[in-house]
């Protein structure tokens, strides 16, 4: 099914002309990328520094994370020992290279550890009771979460009561009890002094390696070696970082900034391989890691066992790597397949139900639905018809669990606490859940789910709004200012690709390319420029057009030519 073309409101950013000229003159930069920095809620001559250009001297102090010395402390201890240190991550990419980033470091160092992925469908999310078992029976004394473990007291109290340190390192939302365990590292708990609390999980755990780092340095573990350098594994924060859709500002951007360089360089096997069969060449963008890279790590924890993705980013064997590359790649093809087929359904079940878009929110179920693939699918039915979105996938005990995505506006973990009592678990963050509940109290859940949303949302706040950043002066749009733009790279959560407005434009060329895009001549106040729009060949373009667009630069042929990649049009009389 093709998407539903939803009408969008324009909205320009509102910035203080003061502040656009001060950052120009100080920085040495046009007044539109001034007027985009501005709108990014820069407003000094050193902000516009570190923003340009950004620098590991920024990077906050680890030692204000709360709980971070007494984890140094426990893990030299076990290194001095000789004592097992099992690394307990999670199924996704946040978790897998959380997990990689630990274990590669702790072998470095001499460190005996191993590690353990929970199975999405027999262990479920976070810290397991059994698991912890099995890990504890197998000789481990030190239990190191990653990207989970927050919400898990009973878990804690598990291992504190058969003798083994846990410490916890996570970056999801807390409950009013904190667990109890030898160390809690997480940015959001009370009382933590650490200044930047966007991090996903692989930042947390990097910020403990740097910790560590320092503390062995102290100790004299570097005497007879070579000191570990960290930006090695800065390959491995940028993937979890990048996919985990933290904003990519402050320490994040520093992490992707960097840690993209580390992927397009990267000597390890198994990020060589993971990029030739996602076909990434060249310079790795936000976007390859998060539509290319990340789905087929991520593709093999959705399907059956996320154990893949660590080994493949663990392994220094070629030839190994290889076969897992080529497996997690099939696995990715098949996670699409299932992802498509859950997708047509969940649009027919809407707009079958006839409450749309009336309803404010949408919460669908099925017992033919995979659970893994569920959280895609809600992120794309939010998007299609801009409703918080949870959808669920039940089982033949009667028990379902599922994934929901939010929309601008609409905190969906607090809106899920609200409708706690219809639910048996649930956990995440403002913009993504997961949820857990008897298949009885669906229709109770449903309902209450869309009384929240209801009263959080008027009519007219549920048509998405596109936030423009600046207004193109044709004569502006030249080479320097397509260089100038990326500057501002990489673009994603929290840093979005500027959104430009080019007024008054008229189409003096239209054909289609491909199956559904628009190549465009446009021309304006005596400028002419080539234009594609991806996916919107029925759009009209009679009369004079406003744009909003983003300049860049199309080789073809061994020569570079300015091409506009317009992200949306509308008649100039609108």
């Known amino acids: 099914m093709g ?4 009408r969008k409101i324009w909205r320009c950013k509102e910035v203080d002309a003061a502040v656009v000229e001060a950052l120009s003159l100080s920085l040495g930069i046009g007044s539109a990328i001034a007027c985009l920095l501005a709108g990014r809620g820069i407003s000094s001559r050193e902000e516009g520094q570190l923003f340009l250009a950004p620098s590991f001297s920024a990077m906050p102090d680890p030692g204000l994370l709360a709980g971070m010395d007494s984890a140094v ?11 097992t240190v099992c690394v307990y991550g999670d199924y996704d990419v946040d978790g897998i290279s959380s997990t990689a980033l630990l274990i590669s470091f702790f072998r470095r160092v001499g460190l005996a550890c ?3 992925i929970p199975n999405r469908f027999d262990d479920g999310y976070g810290l397991n009771r059994e698991s912890l078992a099995l890990i504890i029976a197998s000789g481990a004394t030190v239990i190191i979460s990653v990207d989970c473990g927050i919400t898990s007291s009973d878990e804690a109290d598990f291992c504190q009561g058969q003798g083994v340190d846990l410490i916890i390192t996570d970056h999801h939302s807390p409950k009013e009890t904190i667990p109890h365990a030898c160390a809690v590292i997480n940015p959001h708990q009370p009382g933590c002094r650490y200044p930047f609390k966007l991090l996903a999980g692989v930042g947390v755990a990097f910020n403990m390696l740097i910790a560590l780092r320092s503390a062995l340095r102290q100790q004299g573990a570097f005497q007879k070696c070579t000191e570990p350098d960290l930006r090695e594994w800065l390959d491995l924060v940028a993937l979890g970082t990048i996919a985990d859709v933290v904003p990519l500002v402050g320490q994040n951007r520093i992490y992707s900034s960097f840690g993209l360089k580390q992927l397009d360089a990267s000597l390890r096997p198994g990020v060589t391989a993971l990029k030739r069969v996602a076909g990434v060449k060249g310079a790795v963008s936000c976007g390859q890691v998060g539509f290319r890279l990340a789905p087929r790590l991520n593709a093999a924890g959705r399907m059956e066992s996320a154990v893949p993705g660590v080994d493949l980013l ?7 790597c290889t076969v897992i590359a080529d497996d997690l790649d099939a696995a990715n093809a098949e996670r699409q397949s299932v992802e498509r087929a859950i997708l047509d359904e969940a649009i027919a079940a809407v707009e079958a139900a006839g409450d749309y878009p009336a309803r404010r929110s949408i919460v669908l179920a099925s017992p033919a639905w995979h659970q893994g693939v569920v959280g895609i699918v809600a992120s794309r039915i939010a998007e299609r018809y801009y409703r918080p979105t949870i959808l669920i996938a039940l089982n033949e005990d009667g028990s379902g669990k599922g994934s929901g995505r939010s929309i601008p506006g609409f905190h969906l973990l607090d809106a899920l606490s609200a409708c706690s009592e219809h ?9 993504a859940v997961g949820v857990a509940l008897s298949a009885s109290n669906l229709s109770e859940f449903s309902a209450a789910f869309e009384r929240e949303a209801a009263r959080v949302f008027a009519d007219n706040e549920l048509i998405p709004t596109l936030e423009i950043d600046a207004e193109l002066n044709p004569a ?3 080479v320097t200012l397509v260089n100038d733009l990326k500057r501002l790279e990489p673009f994603g959560a929290g840093n979005p690709e500027p959104n430009l407005l080019l007024r008054g434009v008229t189409v003096v060329d239209r054909r289609t390319v491909g199956e559904d895009h628009l190549k465009l001549r ?3 106040a005596g400028y ?3 234009a594609i729009a991806f996916r919107q060949a029925d759009r009209p373009t009679d009369g004079l057009l406003d744009l909003v667009c983003i300049p860049e630069l199309n080789s073809w042929n061994n020569s570079s030519t300015i091409q506009l990649r317009i992200k949306d049009m509308r008649s100039a009389e609108e």
């Not at 402390?73 to 004592?83: D, H, V």
């Not at 678990?425 to 913009?431: D, L």
């Open 73 to 83: 402390q426990r893990i030299l201890k076990a290194r001095t020992n000789g004592e």
């Open 314 to 320: 663990l392994s220094s064997n070629v030839a190994e």
């Open 114 to 116: 191993r590690y353990f």
């Open 522 to 524: 446009v021309t304006v």
């Open 3 to 6: 998407p539903t073309r939803m």
């Open 423 to 431: 639910l048996d678990r649930f956990g995440g963050h403002r913009h």
């Open 528 to 530: 002419s420029f080539s």
């Open 476 to 478: 502006d749009i030249t």
